[in-house]
């Protein structure tokens, strides 16, 4: 039987509950293709080298990327491997968005994302379930490590075959070629990659591939210029919003309240007076305005004056708090146990606080955008996206085509931290296409994209410890209620992935990604983490560092609580803890070593925290005091990271820097409340953003590792609002237990 046919019998009955969930599953696994061919376009004058490079007869060599770039340097670090491996001139390399293929499935972002959403799941199908539903992602800071291998084997492939077309001409053996600065060379022969590429395409690899050997010329490790920054200087690089197409119109949209909102009227001939506009689209859950001019169609949905209808019960931050507050007093689900806590908590007083962080949006600098054009029963998108594979199932089954139907144009991302793995603007860009027939620009105003974000979660949490004689934590209980994100996202991400309805509904009702991070890394002989799902009306999404960025809030604050409880200076309570775990102890001995550590003592103004992170590690030091009007003001952040071996020592500076700026604006703001299924903040003027004036003197040493390669676009977020924190504590006496930190509150 041919494995189409076979597929066609496999419906969602036979895999959930034919056999049993696992046989299911692995009969669909079974007659799955394993192999996929490379789909790199060339052109003309180009060699195609496998999935990842090409070589043109001027000498260039184009790297496709299958990662986004938002700022994180993926443009550069991962060709920077596969040039490194292959000997390149970096001069002459480029960059592209790769194509869609199964072949650039980031297995590792998606495991990590979801934070073992799919772990239920037989483990042949879940190893690959990532490839098979062609899950493209760029998250989770994931990109070097899941594709090093891929991109050095890569580079190392074409090596290989430029030496075998060299030593052809020469009449040597090719393993006695080797290449440099975009030669091949063999004593004083060489030969240039452009001389060679077009020949060399045609000759095979051996397995294994030789791995291109010494120090001498090699890319990796040093600070090579980042291949998107001339662009983004002279202004040249192309966003979403900045695509035009022949008869293009601009479209602005407003959507319903969150919660079951529904729109119910609109005044149409009011619209059509606005100079410019040029149609209208409704559905149920919002309506658009198109004009010839992205201002002519903002002013159009003032004068359709929407009116939505909220059919649920009404959300705001009295009701988020007290679901929060319920599932936290309400019964959990154990996600992570060591040893017999309740044995560890008998007998002395235990000591308990209790932390609670607010919403927190994306306030990226590019709102949601995207370009559509609808022609001939195709649809082309050009989108800031994450996730294009899942972009494009869902525009295409928002206007009821096949996938083959769609093309994805991935574009360069105006910053993200997450949002961009959503893809409503998709769905309704390929709408209002389709609706128009023509070409639209659709841009969410600052307002609209603010209000409708997938914002980080909430989250509540109810620590408790014992000490020992000595100060030692003899025990640890973190209860944290949260919204179950994980299983939120991979529900409506991939909502027509058969293998996530069955991993959903094998999972329990607690949810790995809510609590991730919170199971300490110091060594204790008895601790335990609880989950108390909530549901609190308001969707949730992944946020820079995603749960990291709460539950590192709890287990730092709290553990700073702890020390000072046993009288024991901070920084030696945590390195006492910490075991054989040299490389985070080196971390915090480095930033307190690097910021001139006081120990914490009352009025210095310092704290300090630590974290590990995807094979990372990180300790942060921070001088912060309350300053005029009540106003949080941090003075110094002092940062050592070990991040394991690093491609390009200033992106990774850079991305360090910029994760420590984003989880100090977490400290002290980017949260908005709700009022009746509305976000009360409406622009980045009222999400206490910090200004250039409010950053502090910021130090990061970076400390050098011959590990394997750790995550580092999240890495600066999660320990900087502790290290605040305890350092506002050591300064004004008092504990600051909510994020974003407000002075008074406890």
Known sequence: ???????????????????????????????????????????????????????????????????????????????????????????????????????????????????????????????????????VLTAASSSIRAFEDDLRQAGAAARVLLCKAAAKRWGVDWQACGTAAGFVVHGKNRLRFAELAAEAAGFSSPSPLPLRGGDADRLYGQSVPRLDTPSKIDGSANFAGDVRLPGMVFVSIRQAPIGDGELTQVNRAAASKIRGVVGVVTTDQWVAAAANNWWAANKALDALAPTFRIRSALIGKDSIAAALRAALDGPGERMAAVGDLSAAFKGARLVTAEYSVGLAAHAAIETMSAAARYQDGRLELWLPTQAPGLARAAAAAAIGLSENAVTIYPMLIGGSFGANLEHRCAEQAALIARELGRPVSLVWSRAEDIMHDRYRAPAMARMAAKLGPNGQILGWLAKI???????????????????????????????????????????????????????????????????????????????????????????????????????????????????????????????????????????????????????????????????????????????????????????????????????????????????????????????????????????????????????LQASTGFRMRTLPLVPGDA
């Open 481 to 727: 209620a949260a919204p179950a994100t994980g299983r939120e996202l991979a529900a409506r991400l991939m909502a027509h992935d058969r293998a996530t309805g069955a991993a959903l509904a094998l999972d329990g009702v607690g949810d790995g990604y809510a609590v991730a991070g919170a199971m300490p890394f110091y060594r204790m002989p008895a601790y335990a983490i609880d989950h108390h799902p909530v549901d609190i009306g308001v969707p949730t999404g992944h946020w820079r560092s995603g749960a990291h960025s709460y539950t590192s809030f709890f287990t730092e604050c709290f553990l700073d609580e702890l020390a000072h409880v046993a009288g024991t200076e901070p920084l030696s309570f945590r390195i006492g803890m910490l075991g054989g775990d040299a490389r985070l102890a080196r971390c915090l001995s480095t930033a307190a070593s690097l910021g001139g550590w006081e120990g914490g003592i009352s009025g210095s103004g310092q704290g300090i925290a630590c974290h590990s992170f995807r094979g990372s590690h990180i300790a942060v030091l921070a001088e912060a005091h309350i300053g005029e009007g009540q106003a949080i003001s941090v003075d110094r952040i002092v940062a050592a990271v070990d991040c394991g071996r690093q491609v390009n020592p200033d992106i990774v500076k850079q991305l360090i820097e910029g994760g420590l700026i984003f989880g100090m604006a977490g400290a002290s703001g980017s949260s908005t409340s709700f009022t009746e299924n509305h976000a009360d903040a409406r622009g980045f003027h009222a999400l206490g953003l910090p200004r250039l004036s409010d950053t502090p003197d910021i130090t990061v040493e970076l400390i050098r590792s011959e590990a394997d390669a750790g995550g580092v676009s999240e890495l600066g977020v999660p320990a900087v609002a502790p290290a605040i924190a305890n350092a």
């Open 1 to 135: 039987m041919a494995v189409r046919e076979v597929l066609d019998k496999i419906d969602r009955r036979t895999l959930l509950i034919g056999g049993g969930a696992g046989v299911g599953l692995l009969v669909a696994l079974a007659v799955w293709p394993r192999s996929y061919a490379p789909n790199l376009t060339a052109a003309k004058g180009e060699s195609v080298f496998g999935a990842w490079l090409k070589i043109g007869e001027d000498g260039h060599v184009t790297i496709a990327v299958p990662q986004a770039e938002h700022g994180q340097g993926v443009y550069t670090t991962m060709p920077q491997i596969v040039a490194d491996e292959l000997g390149a001139d970096w001069r002459t390399v480029a960059v592209e968005a790769a194509p869609l293929n199964p072949l650039y499935a980031n297995k590792l972002g998606a495991e990590e994302l979801f934070e073992g959403v799919f772990d239920k799941l037989p483990v042949p199908m879940r190893d690959a379930h990532a490839t098979r539903a062609g899950l």
